[in-house]
């Protein structure tokens, strides 16, 4: 099996066409916020980032017959009414198909009249060929697919129907540390009832394929007798772990079989893709140190060391004060901080701002709480510290004096860099036009409805957020100030750079900063399921973690509430007709929840804090897709150019 690609992470390439200033690194800001969103900035909860799945992805592995022949067979379990189903294959083309119907009336199965049509299955430009069967008005049951070939080119066979029974699973980590253990989760339930109470107790046998990033595979069995990582006795949630033992991606899936309450097979699988580094980062210190960089501004310094080349870190952590209460005193939460920081002379550094602890009316002894660092490709922790005596000098009268109990900018974003206040009032302000993931000329067709724009292009490409918005910084030097329409991620990367990145974005007049259509915010299915695929093919763009629903939370557990607010988002789905099948791609629709627009699922284009400005029926993610593609509605785009900032 060929090995994963990775996701492209270099920040100052891009094509000469783009006109982009290279420059070393974009300054980052200091992040801060109230003590009342330090729950928001917690980590995000395994639960809140299951995957919950309406389909069986089945490797095909072709054998050879006592004939001489390439075969393929599977009995599979169909627990719901007109079955769809996919193929994919490199050689899928020579591949003859048949699929029967398991009569247990009488011996023998029974032919099934069907006719397959090609099809694609992705995400933006990295699409890959499938073969799609029509098998409308089956009934529940056990078919028996099959495929013969004459070359043995491995591939996949994905199945669903219209069943109300679903698989929710979910990891401990989106990713983790070479030897760290990683548990996974599983339970299934209906969609027919309006409340889940529980889990649904009608799984007989679960197990976890586990293929290591040197391509070897392995089975896990999954267990629900509230042993080992399972926390409690037959309650329908099985559980298994394994330790990720080699740096590279796992892909594990998860396979669950059993009986419906109604008496139907049940066979479902949900696709994990789990990223794993090597890191040896440690705490070298006891306490964090704080002195004045500059007026209101304390430096906290944090000694780590590694023996890696990393040194770029998602650093974030909570200050704490003490108070007086009634005859003696207690610890109060003062503000929470983060910034994305270098590595250098063996410190990672924090900023806090003392107007934070007037405000709180703290004094000594003060610490450090839920500390975590994180690298900048994945937001895996690398190092977690649960608390951290903080030493910080007095705070000066002058400082007192000045602050007058408001909040301001810099106690949100540190200190605007001098060569962007000295353009401030400058005029060239543009709309920047953004695509997304893997992306071709999304808004080339439709530019010229957005009045002075400019056109970011990095077209085919795979970058985390990070490195996507560090190339929107280069692009955004050639202007004094910019907003920003974006399609698909680059919505998730304006934000992204508008959280951690001082740039023109901050320069920006009056109007809405950053506008999306169809973005993952919440990352998409389709990530886990695409990376499999494109290991079959041995092309595509790769895996980005960014976009799967795991690492989509990770990230966006470290975007605060004063960035989300500069969010304008619009999602979309397919037209419902009642004499046609409701999707925007026959072979996403399998894996996505309505309502979806072929790649971005509505509910996980939602950002709380952010503005809705609403969701619209009949365009899809992308050209080639059943309905138009969500860029060209010309009235939304002439509402986001009118109203942009710039």
């Not at 799945?53 to 009995?75: C, D, R, T, Y």
């Not at 619209?616 to 059943?626: I, L, P």
Request: hydrophobic letters at 40%; aromatic letters at 10%.
């Amino acid at each position: 099996m060929k090995k994963l690609k990775l996701m492209g992470v270099t920040a100052s390439v891009l094509l000469a066409s783009t006109g982009v200033m290279a420059k070393s690194s974009p300054i980052a800001k200091h992040l801060a916020g109230p003590a009342e969103e330090i729950e928001l900035m917690q980590k995000a909860s395994p639960e809140s980032t299951a995957i919950v799945s309406k389909h069986a992805m089945l490797p095909i592995q072709f054998e050879l017959n006592n004939a001489g022949e390439m075969v393929w067979q599977k009995n599979v379990l169909v627990d719901g009414e007109n079955p769809r189903a996919l193929v994919f294959g490199v050689n899928q083309d020579n591949w003859q198909l048949d699929i029967k119907g398991q009569n247990s009336l009488k011996s023998g199965a029974e032919e099934i009249n069907f006719f397959t049509r090609k099809t694609q299955f992705g995400m933006g430009q990295e699409q890959f060929p499938a073969t799609q069967f029509e098998l409308e008005n089956l009934a529940t049951g056990s078919y028996q697919f099959q495929v013969k070939t004459d070359v043995a080119e491995d591939g996949y066979l994905l199945i669903s129907s219209d069943s109300p029974y679903r698989l929710k699973s979910f990891t401990s980590s989106h990713g983790a540390v070479v030897g760290e253990e990683v548990s996974v989760s599983a339970a299934a339930f209906s969609t027919e009832f309006a409340v889940v109470k529980g889990n649904m107790q009608f799984i007989d046998n679960s197990y976890l394929n586990i293929t290591a990033p040197d391509g070897t595979v392995r089975e896990v069995s999954m267990f629900d007798d509230g042993v080992a990582s399972d926390k409690a006795a037959l309650d329908g949630q099985f559980n298994a772990s394994f330790r990720a033992e080699y740096p590279g991606l796992y892909q594990v899936q998860v396979v669950a079989q059993g009986i419906t309450p109604k008496g139907q097979p049940f066979l479902r699988t949900v696709e994990h893709i789990i990223p794993v580094i090597e890191s040896d980062l440690m705490l070298n210190s006891k306490a964090a140190y704080g002195a004045y960089s500059a007026p209101h501004k304390i430096d906290l310094s944090l000694a780590v060391g590694t023996n890696l080349n990393r040194n770029r870190f998602r650093v974030m952590a909570e200050v704490w004060g003490t108070k007086s209460a009634g005859k003696g005193s207690e610890e109060a939460a003062v503000s929470w901080l983060s910034t994305i920081a270098e590595l250098k002379d063996g410190e990672l550094t924090l900023q806090l701002d003392d107007r934070w602890l007037i405000a709180a009316g703290v004094a000594a002894p003060f610490s450090l709480k839920n500390i975590r660092m994180e690298d900048t490709e994945h937001y895996i922790s690398v190092l977690e510290q649960s608390s951290l005596d903080l030493l910080l000098p007095t705070i000066s009268q002058k400082s007192f004096s000045d602050y007058d109990g408001g909040l301001y900018e810099s106690m949100l974003k540190g200190e605007k860099p001098a060569d962007l206040i000295n353009q401030e009032k400058a005029a060239g302000g543009k709309l920047m036009l953004v695509h997304g993931y893997c992306s071709g000329d999304a808004w080339g067709p439709v530019q010229s409805q957005f009045s002075n724009n400019v056109k970011f292009t990095d077209f085919n490409q795979n970058r985390s957020h990070d490195a996507f918005a560090r190339l929107i910084d280069s692009y955004g030097d050639n202007f004094p100030s910019f907003g920003v329409v974006a399609h698909s991620q680059g919505g998730a990367a304006s934000l992204h750079l508008y959280t951690y990145y001082w740039s023109g974005l901050d320069n920006a007049g009056s109007g809405r900063l950053i506008q999306s259509v169809g973005t993952p915010y919440q990352g998409t299915p389709l990530a886990g399921n695409l990376a499999a695929i494109g290991d079959i093919f041995g092309v595509g763009c790769g895996y980005n973690s960014n976009l799967t629903v795991s690492g989509g939370g990770a990230w966006l557990s470290g975007i605060p509430t004063w960035a989300r607010s500069k969010v304008n988002y619009y999602t979309t789905s397919f037209t419902k007709k009642w004499w046609r099948p409701d999707w925007c791609n026959f072979a996403s629709d399998i894996i996505l929840s309505d309502p979806e627009d072929g790649t971005t699922e509505k509910a996980r284009g939602q950002v709380s804090g952010a503005v809705n400005r609403g969701h619209v029926t009949g365009q899809c993610h992308t050209e080639g897709m059943r309905d138009m593609a969500q860029t060209r509605d010309g009235g939304r785009n002439s509402t986001m150019s009118a109203n942009a900032a710039r």
